[in-house]
């Protein structure tokens, strides 16, 4: 006891000063550790760009410094903020807005990433496993109705991009310049940047019958880009992260 | 190498301590002697009477720093947002001109939390650590952290009020630092996350500045507040652990701050301006144990004390080379 006394000093002013330290050493520890809290409370995990290991490892080996960011040809990837405590300044995708596209044919991310928080094991587009889609809303869907589409896929101010092989091998375009005339929606399926990873079969044995519906197969990378397109509001299909990290085992 | 260990345990927070007679060279001894004479000091109090009328501090280093904070960021703002290229990322870890460049203590939060270490991490600590080793470590500090400036500009409002009375400055013990260090240390071994990074005002100002503005700017506010009220320096002096990553990484550093004792007239004007006084001890009238001593491990190397000394008694120094500027 004497030698906590004889630490704190004997003077009013050193133990005032003891105190004040004390005290607000442990509110910025105790701010920090604050992050915890929006983790246990964010309900549903956040889509991570390519090659993003597990959640829990990914949290502690994202340095936070945006390199991912810088170079993907679309802007997909964008930083979360500190309402999301530890993974404050990690990437993630938010599909609707932006899916990844792999319009940079490389996994530029992955190449960029300098910590491993995002994994060089998938080489190429087919081999990610960010994610996986799911009809969430069929009653939505336009197939299932058996009609077509018209117009800008998610109207006329929709800022997204994407690159369509047929207008330009190299540059993305905005969504909202490449206006379809489809007599059957197949939006999901015709801009699936992965071959056969979604596909739309038919509803009846019916050869008359026109609906069909979107069938997502294991092969599906997850990039969001069926999410994106999707000209329901809500979107009829969507990505849920895949939690086991998205590099192959 | 007691001199070295001293300036550690005064960087980790121990109050720095006269030296005992044994530890004084005989030529600072002399030295000492000879200006105990009375006509010595009045000697000095004729010059310190004389450099009151005309002595003006300049602001030549701070301009010098000011613009390498600022720039340094704005490359990284303009590698992005322009497309230059020159260094991408940001603060916490980039790429200048394709090289990796990982900060130090982010770089060892994510190996504490994750505990594997790829190669590219590897080669971006290294070239950030020879960097600062050179530079000397807590150069970081204030030519570079953009917290710094800010910091710098709540302390001369914080200085400005509290000479009305409008605010005070509440000391700390400076071994909070030294404590919280190892919490956050402790807490990435153990949690698995990278709990410091969640309040790091130098990641979040470095993010806002390039990806654009962030909720976690009000807490860059907050330690901005608590700057000018109430604690003068709050998070540089005695908090931030990045900080000290550098100050041990830069405490041997060829690019010093030297002191002559020689030219020194202990009016202690360096002391006050500095934000690391403790570093500035030998100043004081016998406190020095040699007649020329590089100051402390914690020296950010701002350069107001060489701005601010009168009689040029501190300078910037590079070893080996000489006298500089």
Not at chain 1, 172 to 184: G, K, N, Q
Request: glycine content about 8%; charged content about 20%.
């Amino acid at each position: 006891m004497s030698a906590i006394a004889q630490f704190l000093g004997d003077e009013k002013s050193d133990r005032r000063e003891f105190l004040r330290s004390a005290l607000l050493g442990t509110a910025v520890a105790g701010a920090a550790l604050g992050g915890f809290l929006p983790l246990m409370a964010l309900a549903e995990p956040r889509l991570r760009p390519p090659g993003a290991i597990v959640e829990k490892d990914f949290l502690a080996a994202c340095i936070k410094c945006g390199q991912c960011v810088q170079v993907c040809p679309v802007e997909a990837i964008v930083l979360a903020d500190i309402d999301e405590g530890f993974g404050i300044g990690t990437p993630y995708i938010d599909a609707r807005d932006q899916a990844c596209d792999f319009s940079c044919d490389a996994l530029q991310c992955i190449l960029a990433c300098p910590t491993g928080a995002l994994s060089h094991k998938p080489s190429k587009p087919e081999e990610v496993r960010m994610g996986l889609a799911r009809l969430d809303k069929p009653d939505a869907c336009l197939a299932r109705h058996g009609l077509g589409f018209k117009g800008p896929a998610r109207g006329a101010d929709y800022e997204g991009l994407h690159r369509y092989a047929a207008v330009d091998r190299w540059k993305p375009i905005p969504v909202a310049d490449h206006p379809y005339d489809l007599p059957l929606c197949d939006l999901c399926v015709r801009e699936c940047p992965v071959k056969g990873a979604i596909t739309l079969e038919p509803m009846s044995g019916d050869p008359n019958d026109k609906r069909r519906t979107p069938v997502v197969h294991p092969t599906c990378v997850g990039c969001g880009m069926c999410e994106m397109i999707c000209p329901t509001e809500p979107a009829a299909i969507v990505i849920d992260a895949r939690l086991g990290g998205s590099a192959p085992t | 190498m007691s001199r070295l260990l001293d300036s550690f345990a005064v960087m980790f927070g121990r109050e720095p301590a006269k030296p005992t007679p044994g530890s004084v060279s005989p030529d600072a001894k002399a030295l000492f002697d000879f200006k105990r004479t009375p006509e010595q000091a009045q000697q000095r109090k004729r010059f310190i009477k004389e450099e009151k009328l005309h002595f003006k501090p300049g602001n030549r280093w701070r301009i010098r720093r000011w613009i390498s904070i600022v720039l340094v960021n704005l490359l990284f703002v303009l590698s992005y947002q322009f497309d230059i290229q020159v260094v991408e990322g940001a603060l916490t870890a980039s790429r200048f001109v394709g090289f990796h460049m990982a900060d130090l203590n982010s770089a060892l939060q994510v190996m504490l939390a994750y505990k594997e270490v790829v190669i590219n991490l590897v080669i971006g600590t290294s070239t950030v650590l020879i960097v600062w080793w050179l530079f000397g470590g807590r150069s970081f500090c204030s030519w570079v952290c953009p917290y710094h400036l800010l910091g710098e500009l709540a302390e001369m409002l914080h200085l400005k009020l509290a000479a009305r009375g409008w605010a005070k400055d509440r000391q700390l013990h400076r071994g909070t630092r030294t404590v919280l260090y190892v919490v956050f240390a402790v807490l990435a071994v153990v949690t698995g996350y990278t709990v410091f990074e969640t309040i790091n005002p130098v990641g979040i100002l470095s993010r806002a500045f390039t990806y654009g503005i962030s909720l976690a700017v009000l807490w860059v506010a907050v330690l901005l507040l608590i700057e000018v009220f109430y604690s003068r320096r709050f998070w540089c002096r005695y908090m931030c652990p990045i900080g000290m990553t550098y100050g041990v990484v830069g405490a041997v550093s060829p690019v010093h701050v030297r002191y002559s004792a020689e030219a020194c007239l202990h009016e202690g004007e360096c002391r006050r301006v500095c934000m690391v006084p403790h570093v500035l001890s030998m100043t004081k009238f016998g406190w020095n144990q040699d007649v020329r001593q590089e100051i402390g491990a914690d020296c950010t190397r701002c350069g107001m004390c060489v701005e601010v000394c009168p009689t040029g008694a501190l300078k910037f120094d590079i070893k080996g080379v000489g006298k500089l500027l």
